[in-house]
């Protein structure tokens, strides 16, 4: 099993990236996905989520309106469109797979934002 981020970086205040997961060694399209992240001295926190098919997504407050998760099945793999960034948005961010007992996690990828 593997999840490989990619996408991070340094990035202005104000700006956008985007991070990828791209998943293997399980079935992909029957796991629910999520992105978290953990800032330095933080505990580490669920960023956005979205079901196994794309149908439901969540967020949380303070990327609301900003983040976008989204999945393409064919291609093993999920994303996270995110714009508007903040310096508080500076964290390692974390891809997660999750079905029934099963839950995996990617190696994490920097995103850092300043001027």
């Known amino acids: 099993v593997q999840l490989v981020e990619s996408g991070g970086g340094l990035v202005q205040p104000g700006g956008s990236l985007r991070l990828s997961c791209a998943a293997s060694?399980?079935?992909?399209?029957?796991?629910?996905m999520s992105w978290y992240r953990q800032a330095p001295g933080k505990e580490r926190e669920l960023v956005a989520g979205i079901s196994s098919r794309g149908g439901s997504t969540n967020y949380a407050d303070s990327v609301k309106g900003r983040f976008t998760i989204s999945r393409d099945n064919a291609k093993n793999t999920v994303y996270l469109q995110m714009n508007s960034l903040k310096p508080e948005d500076t964290a390692v961010y974390y891809c997660?797979?999750?079905?029934?007992?099963?839950?995996?996690w990617g190696q994490g990828t920097q995103v850092t934002v300043s001027s």
């Open positions: 060694g399980f079935t992909f399209s029957n796991y629910g």
């Open positions: 997660n797979a999750r079905f029934l007992a099963r839950n995996y």
